[in-house]
């Protein structure tokens, strides 16, 4: 297993190098420049020359090099090494000036936002997004888990039809369909939460709900399937035979198992919890991470796109890891 | 089975972590989206963006202020108390007032507006009102300076660029700075400077946020020049709320990206007293719905943009209002009462809520005047007459009635009429679809349906694609003339009109100061913003005369005559309609918000009627006679 992860890891550098790459060559191609704000006025041609320059927006290869150098805690590991950044911070000090904040992994600064760096901005957002899917998430599978079970035990009964259908449009119905209702009934209609924003809980009821609809429904349908055939299955009738009662045979011994294919369903689901949740972010006014890509890309703000996009894939993978682990854990069989 | 329970614990203490990571707010006196609620910077050298000059009046105040409850936006003392001009118009002298202080309680002095405006004149700052700056005299020759200086540093040797000469450069930039331009702190308190021609606006521009002070103590810690280039390195960081120092009525306590911003009142501002709200809370709502919903909900207090595509819906149900309560609305508009206090008097109403304000703004269509088109076939619209024709065949009342549908005023002058005292506009041209196949015919094109397939070139937002629609329509059906539409991303929009690489192109402008030339300027043949590449000597020769003319009434002339060549002799472009502004906010709450054509709202004249904080009276725009015309609807 500390083979698995290691080989895991050591694999890491080389899916993101690959990704960074594929990334930056998209955003690059896109059509404007990021220094430009197209409503407002501008400054002099030459101005905007030379910031274009100082950003190293006037060639891709300087850009890919210098980035990447400064979001891998390269740039900060030579400096370090060097004693450049003690140097920086001493120099600093004598003249009367701020030192300068120099994080390990520098993602640089935003290009729209000019008074934010994109690790200020990760780090505003960040919490955000795990609450919303880590909360979504919870919600699901305690939605999920239930309807499965109850389905399982009458297959084809009105109860199992039902959660069936629901589950039918969880999945197929798109979230901002289900956020914008779920707003107007509970934000609009009978006004006992609010229609958006962040900071306190009531704020955090309708959009993890929203989130946690589509998973939720996949959640019962793997339920399901998996009671259904833990059910039907010898050690279950054995169990039924020892004489335990109804609950016990349920959670204890069909569940267990039934649950086996919810987990590995969890870690891509979690990952994409946390990360894909732009759409119910948008509907919700939700200061996330989700957002704040979207707003980069129409921007072309080269650093936060790269920066969010970086770190949306070290969690992806990260997650997967931690699930295949735990999943190894849980059921020894599995090599 | 405990060990199934593990991922479900461990999400849990994830959220609760999360959670308890990050604060809630509590509700402030006043709520507002400001724009859509993000804002680009509190740098003020640095902005240009409407949310960011709003906040920046908040934070801080400049020598002067505009009074916005006067329709003529007068000028009042701010952290100048008094000023002196001299006879030629040229040179000005502000005394500042002794009980400025910043929120640090140290007094602002003469010597932080040299600071800061020597900032707004480097290259390194890339300030998008330098043109502003380089008024006072020197200014230019020092930017130009600096610009040559950093240039030849940047050619050095590597082993030349080093910290120190970096340094003695950048030494070199403030001794020339205070050597060759005519500003000077003349001690703490007085300030003078020397322009390079009589400017009669210049107190307004004092007034604008750009030109507002920075903290030096503060900035000058964060900037330092860059043995690489020379150029000052500017680093991110003294606009957050624990070290921004403000110099305004509020100061800033809280600012979370794309989230919330937070002010309260500063201990230190000398005109504390009149502030009649503590703190005031900024969301960041980017969907247009969702501000009208916050709006409804009560969650916020006023919304400074309603964009959203039903807002021609919302506006229909107020003028439904004003028509049931008709005899009432007619006897307080005869009273000369502003917009905003004919509906606070009527009767308590959600329809009332919301408010559409001509804006001191104009939306038009461009022509490219080159003599080629950017394909290098020829430019029928190199001929006046040909632009002529097409600006007299379009039908503008309709657009408005039926396509804009908000309260837009049509348009025929590129300022809008009655906007700026002493100013008189021309006529410009009306709606005549025979007139101008006359003149199309004359210019050459007897036949219309040989006339170039005329392309349209608009950004894809905003409801632009409805007027090219409606425009092209106008053009086919009153001139006979084929027409095709172009819609591009408003990311590289802006580039195509700066190439000319277009034929005819929707634009639009907002003023930047109270008067003419905030408009004129940009047809001058030389200007940076002259899209449509127009060139007539004798219109760049009336602005020249213009500004050398002491005398404000001939001053005015010369510009309105150079008006009158744009909007009915060359057409460079053709005004279809005045932008409205709308608000949303409930007037029988809110007071503090005025009508005025400029839009320039400033949220320490907020009072929150009822709440026992202030005068709890409402605020409300001068009588106007009648006789006298005016910026109201």
Known sequence: MIGMVLRRLAALPVILIVIYTITLTLAWAVPGNPLENPEGRQPPAEVMEKMKRQYNLDSFPRFYVSYLANASGFEYARDWATGQIAHERAQAQDAGLVPPVRPIFDFGPSLHNEDWTVNEIVAGAMPVSITLGALAILIALVIGLTAGVVGAVKPNSIADHATLAVALIGISLPTFVIGTVLLLIFGVWLPILPVGGWGGFKQLVLPSVTLSLPFAAYIARLTRMGMIEALDSDYVRTARAKGLSERSVLLRHALKNAFLPVLSFLGPATALAMTGSFIVERVFTIPGMGQHFINAVQNKDLFLIMGVVLIFATMLILFNLAVDVMYRWVDPRIE | ?633
């Not at chain 2, 910077?41 to 006067?70: C, I, K, Y």
């Not at chain 2, 120092?245 to 306590?253: A, D, E, N, R, W």
């Open chain 2, 1 to 633: 089975m405990i060990k199934l329970l593990v991922p479900v614990v461990l999400l849990a203490a994830l959220v609760v972590g999360a959670v308890l990571s990050d604060g809630a707010t509590k509700p402030a006196d006043f709520t507002y989206i400001n724009g859509t609620g993000t804002i680009n910077t509190l740098d003020l050298q640095r902005m240009s963006w409407q949310p960011d000059l709003r906040a920046a009046r908040m934070f801080f105040e400049g020598l002067t202020r505009n009074d916005v409850f006067t329709w003529g936006y007068d000028i009042v003392p701010a952290i100048a108390e008094r000023w002196e001009i001299s006879g030629d118009g040229r040179t000005y002298t502000f005394h500042l007032r002794e009980s400025a202080k910043w929120s640090n309680g140290q007094p602002v002095v003469a010597g932080d507006f040299v600071y800061s405006w020597r900032r707004a004149l480097l290259p390194d700052i890339a300030s998008d009102y330098i043109a502003f700056f380089r008024l006072i005299e020197g200014a230019g020759g020092f930017y130009d300076w600096r610009v040559e200086s950093l240039a030849a540093y940047e050619a050095l040797p590597d082993a030349q660029r080093t910290q120190d000469a970096a340094d003695a450069l950048w030494q070199e930039t403030v001794e020339r700075f205070d050597r060759t331009v005519a500003l000077k702190a003349i001690d703490d308190r007085t300030l003078t400077m020397t322009l390079t021609e009589p400017t009669p606006y210049w107190l307004d521009m004092c007034a604008f946020a750009v030109f507002y002070p920075v903290y030096p103590d503060l900035v000058s810690q964060y900037e330092r020049p860059a043995p690489k280039n020379g150029r000052l390195d500017l680093r991110q960081g003294w606009t957050k709320p624990d070290r921004l120092v403000c110099s305004g009525p509020f100061m800033l306590t809280e600012w979370k990206f794309r989230r919330s911003m937070r002010a309260e009142k500063n201990p230190y501002y000398w005109d504390r007293d009149s502030i009649a709200i503590d703190s005031i809370e900024m969301p960041a709502v980017d969907e247009p719905n969702a501000m009208i919903l916050a709006f409804e909900t009560g969650s916020v207090d006023f919304v400074t943009d309603v964009t959203v595509g039903y807002r021609a819906d919302m506006y229909a149900r107020k003028l439904e209002f004003y028509d049931e309560n008709r005899e009432l609305y007619e006897s307080l508009k005869a009273q000369g009462l502003d917009a905003i206090e004919i509906d606070r008097r009527l009767p308590d109403d959600p329809r009332k809520n919301i408010h559409v304000f001509p804006a001191f703004a104009t939306y038009w269509y461009n022509f490219n005047c080159l003599p080629e088109l950017p394909d290098g076939r020829d430019n029928p619209f190199a001929d006046p007459r040909v632009r002529r024709a097409f600006a007299m065949a379009v039908d503008k009342e309709t657009l408005v009635r039926e396509v804009k549908r908000t309260g837009e005023p049509v348009a025929s002058t590129i300022i809008p009429p009655n906007a700026i005292g002493g100013y008189v506009s021309p006529k410009g041209l009306g709606f005549d679809p025979q007139g101008a196949r006359a003149l199309l015919a004359e210019a050459g094109w007897p036949d219309p349906s040989q006339f170039p397939t005329v392309e349209i070139l608009f950004n894809k937002d905003a409801g632009h694609d409805l007027v090219a629609q409606s425009v092209a329509k106008d053009w086919h059906r009153h001139l006979g003339v084929p027409t095709r539409l172009q819609q591009k991303e408003l990311k590289v929009y802006p580039n195509d009109l700066k190439k000319a690489n277009y034929m005819v192109s929707r634009a639009g402008w907002y003023a930047d100061y109270g008067d003419p030339t905030t408009f004129l300027e940009i047809n001058r043949s030389t200007d940076g913003n002259n899209d449509r590449k127009y060139n007539n000597p004798v219109y760049d020769d009336l602005l020249d005369r213009a500004s050398t003319e002491t005398d404000s009434a001939k001053r005015m002339a010369l510009l309105s005559e150079a008006e009158r060549i744009i909007v009915e002799e060359d057409l460079p472009m053709v005004p279809l309609f005045h932008y409205v502004t709308v608000y949303l906010f409930d007037p029988d709450t809110i007071s503090g918000i005025n009508p005025h054509a400029r839009a320039m709202q400033n949220m320490f004249l907020i009072d929150v009627l009822g709440d026992g904080k202030g005068p709890d009276t409402p605020r409300a725009m001068p009588i106007l006679k009648p006789a006298l015309g005016g910026a109201t609807p």
